[in-house]
């Protein structure tokens, strides 16, 4: 199994552009979860999908930011217009929940800078 | 919700020497314990973990205790090498409905050769 797949590792924009990072799941997960990570907030949970629907987005900072889950091997974590404040590492992650493991598998993530 | 608290925030110890980082939670419905090293600029990694209906789990150097009554774990790791040098971070789960993990914040963990 490749593991959890992000893309891509590194973004560059500049602000008010819009920034589309990319997660696929390890194949057979039926969870999904959106983190980000800094080193003064450290690992917040954005959002989180089961069987590709959004369970709980209270971890989105705002309208700037969306996830969409359209099938279980891909989601994707939006921000438009991006801003300076959200250069951050993004990760995603997936589990199988409904089993005994409820342990996460990380993706690589994408280190995203704003300028 | 579940809240886990993690002590300390940073540890420094001497190669070989033992080290203990602490965790506490709120949820007293919390019955998964897992524990993730993360290296510098790479992703976190399960190391170990630790179910309710147990109290004690060892994996080589690295162990986890679990303490249901005071609602906190520890993670053991001895005889340090520096290649431990990481950042680790404790979670719970607390299944139902809410299936999300909690996370520390995680310690920083040196160990000096």
């Known amino acids: 199994d490749a593991g959890v797949i992000q893309s891509p590792r590194h973004e560059v924009t500049e602000m008010g552009q819009e920034v589309t990072l990319r997660c696929k799941p390890i194949?057979?997960?039926?969870?999904l979860f959106w983190y980000r990570q800094t080193m003064m907030r450290g690992l917040e949970l954005l959002i989180y999908?089961?069987?590709?629907?959004?369970?709980?987005d209270s971890g989105m900072p705002e309208d700037r930011f969306s996830a969409k889950m359209p099938n279980a091997s891909f989601s994707t974590l939006k921000i438009q217009p991006s801003e300076p404040r959200d250069s951050a590492v993004y990760f995603c992650?997936?589990?199988?929940?409904?089993?005994?493991?409820?342990?996460?598998?990380f993706g690589s993530g994408t280190r995203l800078t704003v300028v | 919700g579940e809240n886990v608290e993690q002590h300390p925030s940073t540890l420094s110890v001497q190669e070989g020497d033992s080290a203990v980082i602490k965790c506490t939670y709120s949820?007293?419905?919390?019955?998964?314990f897992p524990w993730y090293k993360q290296e510098l600029g790479k992703r976190p990694q399960l190391i170990i973990d630790?179910?309710?209906?147990?109290g004690e789990k060892k994996d080589q150097r690295i162990a986890v205790t679990l303490n249901k009554t005071a609602k906190h774990f520890s993670l053991h790791i001895t005889e340090t090498q520096p290649e431990d040098s990481a950042v680790y971070f404790c979670?719970?789960?607390?299944?139902?409905?809410?299936?999300?993990?909690?996370f520390g914040k995680g310690t920083l963990l040196t160990v000096n050769p």
């Open positions: 992650a997936s589990s199988y929940l409904g089993g005994t493991n409820y342990g996460y598998t």
């Open positions: 949820d007293s419905a919390s019955n998964y």
């Open positions: 979670a719970a789960y607390s299944g139902g409905s809410n299936y999300k993990l909690t």
């Open positions: 194949s057979g997960h039926n969870s």
């Open positions: 630790i179910r309710s209906n147990v």
């Open positions: 999908f089961n069987n590709n629907v959004p369970i709980d």
